[in-house]
């Protein structure tokens, strides 16, 4: 039986099925806006801080208002995670804060001028349990889909996620669990739903920012704590590579690439809570 899953809008809590948002939100009509998911660990909003800096950054970035405060949003977080009771350590959940521009602009992709206005954006959470999961799966490079280096929108975790569901229903009909995505200049910029860190002659590293991989913050962490560097991976993966698939909700060892054979790398769980500790 599928576990409900909360949701909050408009000062209203309830199941995120029976909720309702108007039509004509530029998030739901263009996915028009940005999300952050929060690992909920502990009974407490993991990372949250940095969560909200890049959600702040990519509203910027959108030419977006600012969202909600952080004192606001903590009050509401505490208060999602009690009511998911998901405020013990045995249990883990993944928060989603969202973000939208709201109904205000009217039809079409044009946007008014002047400065945005925070009280037409729309604000909206949703949490349910989550199952962490650090089992090795199998990836292939989408042919389909590649990241753009020169997009403002790979800069941002935006509601529009058409891309990666697109990569992830290629690889899957090649029998594989996860996509890696190739940038526009031909390599390897991060996994469908999550940043790609690689094990080559001894030392982590991860692809640059200008790659066009998304700005994670497990990534962010994992270069905090100087356990990775950046540096372009080149447009495949070698025989002798370990990779990760990382973000806020896991960490996956991957075992083969483009049915490839990997060694996995043996302590994904090990290296992702290090990251979330720091």
Same mark, same amino acid.
């Given at each position: 039986?599928?576990?409900?899953?909360?949701?909050?809008?408009?000062?209203?809590?309830?199941?995120?099925?029976?909720?309702?948002?108007?039509?004509?939100?530029?998030?739901?009509?263009?996915?028009?806006?940005?999300?952050?998911?929060?690992?909920?660990?502990?009974?407490?909003?993991?990372?949250?801080?940095?969560?909200?800096?890049?959600?702040?950054?990519?509203?910027?970035?959108?030419?977006?208002?600012?969202?909600?405060?952080?004192?606001? %949003?903590?009050?509401?977080?505490?208060? @999602?995670?009690?009511?998911?009771? $998901?405020?013990?350590?045995?249990?883990? =959940?993944? /928060? !989603?804060?969202?973000?939208?521009?709201?109904?205000?602009?009217?039809?079409?992709?044009?946007?008014?001028?002047?400065?945005?206005?925070?009280?037409?954006?729309?604000?909206?959470?949703?949490?349910?349990?989550?199952?962490?999961?650090?089992?090795?799966?199998?990836?292939?490079?989408?042919?389909?889909?590649?990241?753009?280096?020169?997009?403002?929108?790979?800069?941002?975790?935006?509601?529009?996620?058409?891309?990666?569901?697109?990569?992830?229903?290629?690889?899957?009909?090649?029998?594989?669990?996860?996509?890696?995505?190739?940038?526009?200049?031909?390599?390897?910029?991060?996994?469908?739903?999550?940043? %790609?860190?690689?094990?080559?002659?001894? @030392?982590?590293?991860?692809?640059? $920012?200008?790659?066009?991989?998304?700005? =994670?913050? /497990? !990534?962010?962490?994992?270069?905090?704590?100087?356990?990775?560097?950046?540096?372009?991976?080149?447009?495949?993966?070698?025989?002798?590579?370990?990779?990760?698939?990382?973000?806020?909700?896991?960490?996956?060892?991957?075992?083969?690439?483009?049915?490839?054979?990997?060694?996995?790398?043996?302590?994904?769980?090990?290296?992702?809570?290090?990251?979330?500790?720091?």
């Amino acid at each position: 039986m599928t576990a409900t899953i909360l949701g909050w809008h408009n000062g209203e809590w309830g199941s995120a099925d029976d909720l309702r948002m108007p039509l004509t939100d530029r998030g739901l009509q263009l996915a028009d806006g940005l999300f952050e998911t929060v690992l909920v660990q502990n009974g407490n909003a993991q990372l949250l801080s940095e969560h909200l800096q890049r959600w702040r950054r990519g509203a910027s970035l959108l030419g977006m208002a600012a969202p909600p405060a952080r004192p606001w %949003l903590e009050q509401l977080t505490d208060e @999602a995670i009690s009511r998911a009771g $998901l405020n013990t350590a045995a249990t883990a =959940g993944a /928060m !989603r804060l969202n973000w939208s521009r709201g109904s205000s602009a009217g039809r079409g992709i044009g946007l008014a001028t002047g400065d945005p206005d925070p009280t037409q954006h729309r604000f909206w959470l949703t949490l349910q349990p989550h199952q962490l999961n650090f089992e090795p799966a199998q990836a292939w490079i989408s042919v389909q889909e590649q990241r753009n280096v020169n997009s403002v929108l790979s800069r941002c975790k935006t509601l529009a996620y058409g891309q990666a569901i697109q990569a992830r229903r290629e690889v899957q009909a090649r029998g594989a669990e996860l996509a890696l995505l190739r940038n526009t200049t031909g390599d390897l910029c991060c996994g469908d739903s999550s940043n %790609l860190l690689v094990k080559r002659q001894g @030392a982590w590293i991860t692809p640059p $920012l200008s790659s066009g991989c998304l700005p =994670g913050v /497990m !990534r962010a962490k994992a270069l905090e704590q100087r356990l990775i560097k950046e540096t372009t991976i080149g447009p495949e993966l070698r025989a002798n590579d370990q990779a990760l698939l990382i973000n806020s909700l896991g960490c996956i060892s991957l075992n083969s690439v483009n049915g490839m054979d990997l060694d996995p790398y043996p302590e994904p769980e090990q290296l992702w809570q290090q990251l979330l500790d720091g």
